[in-house]
Structure formats: C-alpha cells, structure tokens
C-alpha cells in the first residue's frame, strides 16, 4: 500500500535552504525525504524526552536557591558568584575594595 503524502509550504532561511538543497544533490534524495527525517527525528527526540520526564515525576522538587545552598555546602561551588568574585578581587580603576 503507498503511504499518501501531504503538501505544506515551509519558508527556509536561504543559507539553510542552499545547504539543505546541497545535501539532497550529495546524498541522491529529495529535500522532502531529508525534511521528513528531520521532523520524525525531532519528534522522536520529543517521546524519549516526555518518557524521561514521567519517570522523573515523583521526585521532590527542589528550588534554585536550596539547590545553591546545596552545592555549596558540598564545595561544588564557591561562595561568591563570578561578578561578586570578580569586584572583589579585580576591581575597575573606579571601583575600589571594600
């Protein structure tokens, strides 16, 4: 049985259009048959993601903050963030240490 196809009309970016058309000369297939797998291939990506996200939904949540705390009672994670860590220890010509 032949697999019916739909007709839809889809606007490419003109350097990904080129790139897309050169594949589909370089490879010997259609640029529907490279867009078709692409979309199944992204969709796919989608179910595996949805399935990771229900075998995760009976963990605790856990917000920003504690996880912060968290690492850094660990020491996975200094104390300062990177602008505080670098006022701190690079100040500008106008800024001057505390």
């Known amino acids: ?11 490419f970016n003109p350097e990904l259009h080129k790139a897309l058309k050169l ?18 291939n992204a969709l796919a990506e989608d179910v595996q ?13 856990i917000s920003y903050d504690e996880m912060a705390k ?7 994670i200094q104390g300062l963030f990177p602008e505080v860590w670098r006022a701190s220890h690079f100040p500008l010509p106008d800024e001057s240490p505390n």
Request: charged share 35%.
């Open 70 to 76: 968290r690492l850094k009672k660990h020491g996975r």
């Open 1 to 11: 049985m032949a697999t019916q196809s739909k007709r839809a009309t889809v606007y």
């Open 49 to 61: 993601d949805l399935s990771a996200f229900e075998g995760r939904a009976g963990e605790p949540l």
């Open 23 to 40: 594949k589909a000369v370089e490879t010997s297939r259609s640029v529907s048959e490279l867009v078709n797998d692409a979309v199944r």
